[in-house]
């Protein structure tokens, strides 16, 4: 009895021993991996860049010309290759680690999970090696995840605004340009020109080349003695909220052909949440118990005094998501973005699918919106495209 105890003892202490080993050899490889990351990281955080928890060079927002702003990019892309070749060093210690934990228990018997083959094993999962929670540089999708991630930022944050200035109009106009070169033209309009309109004002999102996004306007309408607001789309599509003097509201969503699809009004009280950011340029306007998100005057001059600026459009498209997300419907909101219209840059649809997941996990689903309206997600989902995505998400409602 005592040999057979001393057996079972001196294996175990073999087995412990060769754990150990391999978690002593994974820390003196992990820490200086890691040490190095971090040092790097905080160099750049000195300068006009800044390093984000998923590990992406991003460009600090501070007003600058183009030139200068053309230099930061320049600038980020070549630290997000060194910081990649850390985060990559840091990776391969890590996976060096668990493979050596496993071929130490391998030889005792011990089998990895793999990932779930069947529904008994989605059940009832066993204890596998978690998956990463910041892109790896390693693959082709989290390179174009950095990217994305990256795309979105430059996407939201200001680079420069100009003054009001009038137009030949008399209506008064103030563009904010953002770091990726898109614009969003904020114009209150002179009310001599529009008599059947009060407090008419609107947000003209371009993108950097020069093409239209989106176009917000509100006003209230002196016929009907209601606020609207509407969200047009260049591929001809539509939303639409109003509310009447009592406060009742109503919201409806026209494709680009025609088809029109009433929206809860829930999504009006979601957006209206959010009306009071200064990300978003909408206004909560309450009248009679009610609330509509509208674009005003005071809005408008809010816009510029934060860092960042994402447009009604962009705010919409991700209550919208959230809406969508909130329905259990991840499956259907990555194949909307999937397919809508420029996604992928040449990617088959179900590698593009696959992408798009890939990006956004269930813990995640916010980025998701925040990208495509920026373009980021490898350069689709501008204009039109955002328009259908919207489109394809609230019409079944």
Known sequence: MFGRAERNATAFAAYAHDLAEALRHGSDTIGPARAALLAKADQVDAGPLEVTDQWVVLIDPVKMSAEEMAKLEELARSEQEAVNRMLTAVGDADD??????????????????????DLGSMMAPVAQRPGDQVPDPRNPIGVVAQEAI????????????????????????????????????????DPFDWPSKGNFNSITQYDKDGNEVSETSSWHDYGTDCDQTTITWPNGASFMMS??????????????LGKHSAVPVELIDDMSNHAGGLMSGLEKHIKGGGSLPMVTAESLENVGKTAKFGGPALSFATTVFDMAMADSGRDKCIAAVAGAGGFGGGWGGAEAGAAAGAFFPPAAPVLVPTLAAGGAILGGLYGADLGKFVGEIVCPY
């Open 96 to 117: 060096a680690t668990a493979n050596a934990v496993v071929a130490a228990g391998k030889s005792r018997g011990f089998v990895e999970a793999g990932p779930p083959t």
């Open 150 to 189: 990256r795309n979105g930022d430059m996407s939201v944050k200001i680079r420069d605004v100009s003054e009001p200035v009038k137009n030949k109009y008399g209506d008064e106009v103030t563009t904010v340009t953002m770091q990726d070169g898109s614009k969003q033209v904020l114009t209150k309009y």
């Open 243 to 256: 509310m009447d003097p009592s406060g009742t509201r109503s919201a409806g969503f026209t494709t680009p």
